[in-house]
């Protein structure tokens, strides 16, 4: 059974920094192109940043330079460093596998939400 899931989401303050981590497992998943996505309230879910089977990165121009995508291949594991968190970085983000396009991907974890007060 596939299943991605991620932890690390939370309260913290601006200025802070997280890092999210997504647990993959039930598939070769170095096969694929893996990423995060975020959703703001009211907003669509979107891709923020990919990370290929090469290690090629994608980020959209919104979070170049404050996240930082990575994956462990060896433990199947997608992690997204956010710092610094501003206030507009709250909402949930959501760990994909396979297939990913701007808003639509393969596989999705559940959401993690994290919070950022100024």
């Known amino acids: 059974q596939v299943q991605l899931a991620e932890s690390g989401g939370g309260s913290v303050q601006g200025g802070g920094s997280l890092i999210l981590s997504c647990a993959a497992s039930?598939?070769?998943?170095?096969?694929?192109?893996m990423g995060w996505y975020f959703q703001g309230p009211g907003k669509e879910r979107e891709l923020v940043s990919s990370?290929?089977?090469?290690?090629?990165?994608y980020y959209t121009d919104s979070v170049k330079g404050r996240f930082t995508i990575s994956r462990d291949f060896a433990k199947n594991t997608l992690y997204l460093q956010i710092n610094p968190l501003k206030v507009e970085d709250t909402g949930v983000y959501y760990c994909?596998?396979?297939?990913?396009?701007?808003?639509?991907?393969?596989?999705w974890g559940q959401g993690t939400q994290v919070t950022v007060s100024s």
């Open positions: 994909a596998a396979c297939g990913l396009a701007r808003h639509l991907a393969n596989y």
């Open positions: 039930g598939y070769d998943f170095r096969l694929c192109t």
């Open positions: 990370v290929g089977r090469n290690g090629t990165t």
